[in-house]
C-alpha cells in the first residue's frame, strides 16, 4: 500500500449511508472523503443517487473540482463522476464505501486497465467480487478477508 495519499487519486464508490437511498445523513463515506481531502487526495465520487449538490454540503469546505493529470499539487479536491468507469480513471485505487448491487456487478476486467498501476480495490462493504478483481491485476483489500 501506499504510504501517503498527497495527490493520490482515489475513486470513492458510494457516498450514500446505505445502497438504494439518497440519504447521507451520518454516512461513514463523509468522514472518510474529508480525512482523505484533509491528506491531500484527489476524489472522483461516484454515487447512483446522491447528487452533487448534497455531496458539496456534506463536503462544503473543500473545493470542487475536475482534476487533469498532474494539476493540482497534492491539493485535496473532489467531483462527481457520473459513472464507475468515470470514477476509476486513472486513479491509484478504488474504495466502496456504500453496498450498491452494481458495484458487486462492476467488470473489473474492463475497469482496472484505466487505472494506474498497481491499482488496489479497498472493498469496505465486502460486496465486490474479489477474484475477478484479482484476476484482472488488482491489489484487494476487503474489509473481514483478513487480507
Known amino acids: 500500500m501506499f504510504g501517503t495519499v498527497t495527490g493520490k487519486r482515489l475513486a470513492v464508490l458510494g457516498f450514500a449511508f446505505k445502497a438504494d437511498t439518497n440519504d447521507t445523513r451520518e454516512a461513514p463515506a463523509i468522514r472518510i472523503c474529508k480525512d482523505l481531502l484533509e491528506e491531500g487526495a484527489q476524489l472522483a465520487i461516484y454515487d447512483p443517487k446522491v447528487l452533487e449538490g448534497q455531496m458539496h454540503l456534506d463536503l462544503a469546505c473543500f473545493p470542487v473540482e475536475i482534476f487533469k493529470e498532474g494539476s493540482l499539487n497534492g491539493e485535496g479536491v473532489w467531483y462527481k463522476a457520473d459513472s464507475p468507469a468515470e470514477a476509476v480513471t ?23 486497465p484505466l487505472m494506474r498501476k498497481p491499482g488496489w480495490l479497498f472493498d469496505t462493504r ?22
Do not use: H, P, Y
Not at 486513472?90 to 482496472?112: G, N, Y
Open 90 to 112: 486513472q486513479a491509484d485505487a478504488v474504495l466502496i464505501l456504500t453496498e450498491w448491487s452494481i458495484f458487486a456487478a462492476l467488470d473489473w476486467k474492463e475497469l482496472a
Open 126 to 147: 465486502s460486496v465486490a467480487n474479489l477474484a475477478m478483481a484479482r484476476a484482472a491485476g488488482l491489489n484487494v483489500w476487503c474489509v473481514g478477508s483478513g487480507s
